[in-house]
């Protein structure tokens, strides 16, 4: 339906970016909302998140695929609303940098007649993941 990519290189190995994607203490740091997920096939998160105190939505994610230290794709939808996607983080070894391939898939459509589902939000979303991602991971290395 419709396919968003973004990329990032982040100036450190794999291993150290998989362990902030996907370890809740370090999660909190760069993604308080993630702060309870679990890389585990199945499990399900969800929480509140919107682009004001007036439009908050119920975010349901839900595990469904894990390449231990290459990729995890999770479904990304909302309570009571119709509509539904998969985010896949991809990450690839380039010496001793990775560069991150983060993919939001909409497999259903979510309301049109909704701004805060328009194609713009979820670009300034994952952006906005991806560069957090990055340098909580290039100013914590270790």
Known sequence: MGQLVIKRV????????WKAL????????????????????????SFKLG???EHQYQHISKVIEIVDGKKLVYGWRYADYPGDS??????????????LVLTHDIIEP???????????????????????LKNYVEKNKE
């Open 110 to 132: 979510f309301p049109a007649d909704n701004p805060d589902f328009a194609a713009d939000g979820f670009k300034e979303g994952w952006n906005y993941t991806a560069d957090g």
């Open 22 to 45: 996907t370890d809740k203490n370090e999660l909190k740091n760069w993604l308080p909302f993630f702060a309870d997920f679990e890389p585990v096939v199945g499990r399900e998160l």
């Open 51 to 53: 682009r004001d105190e």
């Open 10 to 17: 982040i100036n450190a190995p794999t291993s150290r970016v």
């Open 86 to 99: 998969h985010v896949t983080f991809e990450l690839f070894a380039k010496g001793t940098k990775t560069s």
